[in-house]
């Protein structure tokens, strides 16, 4: 009796093994090729090769792209174009042509996941909407400009304000006129920079697109001294 | 077989010469006669083997010759390869075989120093061979196995490798670039 | 009764052919020799690698059947016998399972004999055998790592070509015969699956053969005692003495504890197998996909972390000669002593010989799993800056980090935990060089630092050195060091408001 009951369990196993074999933990995964453009293909891609210096929240050195109110303002063909060219001393192109790893396509891809992840509808920032800001760069008046600076940025930004100062040559040197446009215009919350339409100082209101413009025109003039 | 059965036989010495004779061979064969015998059958197995092995030993031998050629091999039009810049390149090696599939397929690293002069390097780091990568931005190769790194022109930066990469020979001809490539590179190449 | 005229039918054919072949004189001996009563669960390694070679044997020549041995489907197939030929993964998993088993328990098996001193007379050529049994099942495990033809396999066999060019003089043409020509290829995996399946399984089976022979004729070696030595003139006699008035038979006494623990084993692998699956294949192997980070398989791991820490000035002397060494003091261990004491107890030089190299390949494979010399290929753009050091930095600092990630600073130097360990971590650099020392140790590099310095600007350098000045730990302000207190390429002053620099 005892036999036949240990019997019976030993095959109950085996049948069990057997139906269940392609069930097992080790069983392998039948391989899935990764979709370009896919929601799994973008995050994988952002993570590899972007998220070193476009994090999201106080993380990473650059702008962050896991950020809604930067897909709010940015358009999808300066992105794409930024990503495929580069831009300024630090960010490589990423495009094929220019020694990247990415297709066209898959810049396209990567842009249009990226947005549909984290952005929402696409912005060709064309017509610019009231209390909205042209997603490009727009050249303005040096000279306005150093008057912006000097009432509404350089209580912080000054060459020995607190937050450090964004008139340093060797600063300028190293960010782009669109670079320095981004700065002003997402700021990094998390860090205490404030966007371009939050109060500030004499700007109850923040700035406008034009003080905006002069300002990084100004800016833009240190570079060089 | 038979003569697993006739075990007396065998004292003859006729089993192992593979002479027609050995069943029921009789005894009273004369001892000169036997030795004759031995020294025949081992002569013919002895020349018979050595031909033999010829063939064999030439196959097995064979891929030690280097009677395979490098060949030009064409990396495209000059204009992938920009000024002062280094970019990925691939081709298929000229020594294939058909059952190669796509371990044919070859790597390499080609700079432009300036329009019409290059550098071309193998992918394969000179400590073990494992393939280097070009970082754009720092303007150096290194290696995920064991850490070689090596500087734009090709020359050792830090690392265990002996010496600095492969390069390939160059030419260019109807605007396109042409490498002399092949066999996997080694240290024997000149640097 | 019915049983008994069975068993009586049954004896026919078996005398039939016991008449015809002898089968059961021969077997006999081995069965119920004699073998000592000390023999306990310290003699059950050997079985258990014989009872995983098997398994080898029989899921091999399966495997064989559905494998195509040739570089353009070699890795197609192997997908193809993961998912879709039913129990193809599960026969996959335990060839490849079953294989590190062998040699686990041959080491460790090996390891015992070494220990107990149980190469010793008359059992020299036991040891010398299992000697060649090593190299023969460790190079069926390199040769079946090749049979997977992935991206591992491949630069595998780049790191064994690149080996074996360095032989002076026929290094080429013995490169040649490795890889069945001049490029890793087709010729290359059918020259290592002939070895794989006929010349390496035939000549482990002969070994194994010889191996178990030997066993037979010398007896299996009693647990060694202190004072019990060794005389090779009287040992025989006086083994087989006790033997016969001590010794119990292999069968069924002994073999019980090797039937327990190999029984154990076989559940234990199928256990791995059916829940950790096959290995690989990995990526396919096309060479020209080169984000690939190629290791070898365990057993090899320890090889791979040996060749990265030699010293480069005479790492190709120690590549080629050490193995050959190697594997002559292996050989000579039986003839550099082959009488006297065996315990352990009596013999703490070999204790400690065993020990060391337990420990140097141990801590070598676990190197090698971490290869801390490799660069993390995509640190830099994978791994973002951590947000403790990025708050409350100047814009010039911060800048700094970009620099720091983008011109792959991270693939080497770990920030906040997270990236190479080829450098050392920077995250208190601040606290061990000043900013004068930052600009040199980057310009110049050394220490197996590349140079920086004709790829960075002066805004660059001054950025990085601004970023790497702010790293130090969190309560302690400033730098120990003498001259790192003075002014950071931006200033720190305190603020000075309204005053605008032109």
Not at chain 2, 113 to 131: D, R, T
């Amino acid at each position: 009796m005892m036999h036949l009951r240990v019997a019976s369990v030993f095959l109950c196993a085996m049948l069990a093994i057997v139906v269940a074999c392609e069930r097992l933990p080790g069983a392998p995964k039948a391989s899935i090729p990764v979709v370009v453009g896919s929601p799994s293909w973008t995050l994988a891609t952002f993570n590899t090769n972007c998220r070193g210096c476009h994090s999201q929240g106080a993380e990473g050195a650059a702008l962050p792209l896991v950020n809604p109110g930067y897909w709010k303002i940015a358009n999808d063909d300066q992105i794409t174009k930024v990503i495929a060219l580069g831009q300024g001393v630090s960010m490589p192109g990423y495009l094929d042509e220019n020694g990247g790893p990415f297709s066209a396509d898959e810049i396209d891809a990567l842009v249009k996941g990226m947005r549909s992840m984290w952005g929402g509808e696409p912005h060709d920032g064309n017509p610019v909407l009231p209390g909205t800001i042209s997603p490009t760069l727009v050249v303005g008046d040096a000279v306005a400009g150093a008057l912006v600076f000097e009432s509404a940025c350089a209580n912080c930004h000054g060459a020995n304000g607190p937050a450090g100062s964004v008139t340093d040559p060797m600063y300028l040197r190293l960010i782009s006129d669109q670079g320095l446009w981004s700065a002003v215009v997402y700021g990094r919350s998390e860090l205490g920079s404030p966007p371009w339409n939050s109060p500030m100082p004499n700007h109850p209101n923040g700035l406008t697109p034009t003080e905006v413009a002069d300002v990084v025109s100004w800016l833009a003039t240190k570079r060089t001294q | 077989m038979n003569d697993n059965a006739n075990t007396p036989e065998k004292k003859n010495g006729c089993a192992g010469c593979g002479c027609g004779e050995g069943n029921g061979a009789p005894t009273s064969r004369s001892d000169a006669r036997r030795g004759f015998m031995f020294k025949l059958g081992a002569g013919l197995l002895g020349i018979g083997g050595a031909l033999a092995a010829i063939p064999i030993v030439g196959y097995v031998l064979g891929p030690a010759r280097t009677r395979y050629k490098n060949e030009w091999v064409d990396l495209g039009a000059l204009s992938k390869f920009p000024g002062g810049q280094t970019r990925f390149a691939t081709f298929l090696n000229p020594i294939r075989q058909p059952t190669d599939g796509d371990s044919a397929k070859t790597a390499c690293w080609v700079r432009c120093i300036e329009s019409g002069k290059f550098q071309v390097f193998a992918i394969n780091c000179a400590h073990l061979g494992c393939p280097v990568h070009w970082f754009e931005q720092s303007k150096l190769f290194m290696c995920p196995c064991h850490g070689g790194v090596y500087y734009q022109d090709g020359s050792r930066a830090a690392g265990p490798p002996p010496r600095g990469l492969f390069e390939y020979k160059w030419k260019v001809e109807g605007g396109k670039l042409l490498i002399d490539a092949g066999r996997l590179p080694g240290l024997e190449e000149s640097a | 009764m019915i049983l008994a005229r069975i068993l009586a039918l049954a004896k026919i054919p078996i005398e039939w052919i016991e008449l015809r072949t002898g089968a059961i004189a021969f077997s006999k001996p081995m069965l119920f020799h004699h073998v000592p009563r000390s023999a306990k669960w310290w003699y059950v390694f050997g079985s258990a690698t014989l009872m995983f070679f098997t398994i080898q044997i029989v899921t091999g020549v399966c495997l064989g059947t559905m494998y195509a041995p040739s570089a353009a489907q070699a890795w197609e197939s192997l997908r193809y016998i993961d998912e879709d030929v039913p129990f193809g993964w599960m026969l996959r998993a335990l060839h490849g399972w079953s294989s590190t088993a062998m040699v686990v328990m041959m080491v460790i098996h090996m390891l015992q004999v070494f220990l107990h001193g149980s190469f010793k007379f008359p059992r020299e050529l036991n040891w010398i055998t299992g000697v060649f049994l090593l190299l023969t099942v460790l190079a069926l495990a390199f040769t079946g790592q090749v049979m997977r033809w992935d991206q591992d396999a491949y630069w595998g066999l780049g790191i064994g070509a690149a080996i074996v060019d360095r032989v002076p003089i026929f290094g080429d043409q013995m490169r040649g015969l490795l890889l069945g020509g001049p490029i890793i290829g087709g010729e290359t995996l059918n020259r290592f699956f002939a070895l794989h399946v006929f010349i390496l399984p035939g000549a482990a089976i002969a070994l194994v053969g010889v191996h178990m022979t030997l066993i037979i004729k010398n007896g299996i070696s009693e647990m060694p005692k202190p004072g019990a030595v060794v005389v090779p003139s009287t040992y025989r006699k006086e083994f087989e003495e006790r033997m016969e008035k001590t010794g119990v038979p292999f069968f069924p006494d002994a073999v019980q504890r090797d039937m327990v623990f190999c029984g154990t084993c076989l559940i234990i692998l199928i256990i791995l197998a059916a829940s950790f699956g096959p290995f690989g294949p990995g990526g396919m192997p096309d060479p020209t996909l080169i984000d690939t980070n190629p290791r070898p398989d365990y057993p090899f791991m320890w090889i791979f972390g040996a060749v990265s820490l030699l010293p480069p000035a005479s790492e190709t002397a120690i590549m080629l000669i050490t193995p050959a060494i190697g594997v002559l003091i292996l050989i000579a261990v039986p003839f550099l002593s082959n009488s006297g004491e065996r315990a352990p107890s009596r013999r703490p030089g070999m204790v400690l010989v065993a020990v060391f190299v337990v420990m140097a390949i141990v801590a070598l494979t676990y190197e090698g799993v971490t290869s801390p010399w490799s660069p993390v290929m995509d640190a830099w753009s994978s791994l973002a800056t951590p947000a403790q050091f990025i708050k409350g930095r100047t814009p010039l600092q911060v800048q700094g980090a970009v620099v720091f990630q983008s011109v792959q600073c991270r693939n080497c130097h770990e920030l906040g935990g997270f990236g190479g360990k080829r450098g050392p971590a920077l995250d208190e650099i601040s606290t061990r060089l000043s900013p004068d020392q930052l600009v040199r140790q980057i310009q110049q590099g050394g220490g197996n630092m590349p140079a920086f310095g004709k790829n960075l600007n002066s805004a660059q350098m001054s950025a990085l050195v601004a970023f790497l000045g702010t790293l130090r730990p969190e309560n302690e302000p400033d730098s120990k060091i003498p001259g790192a207190n003075l002014p950071l390429p931006t200033s720190m002053s305190p603020p000075d408001r309204g005053v605008l620099t032109r």
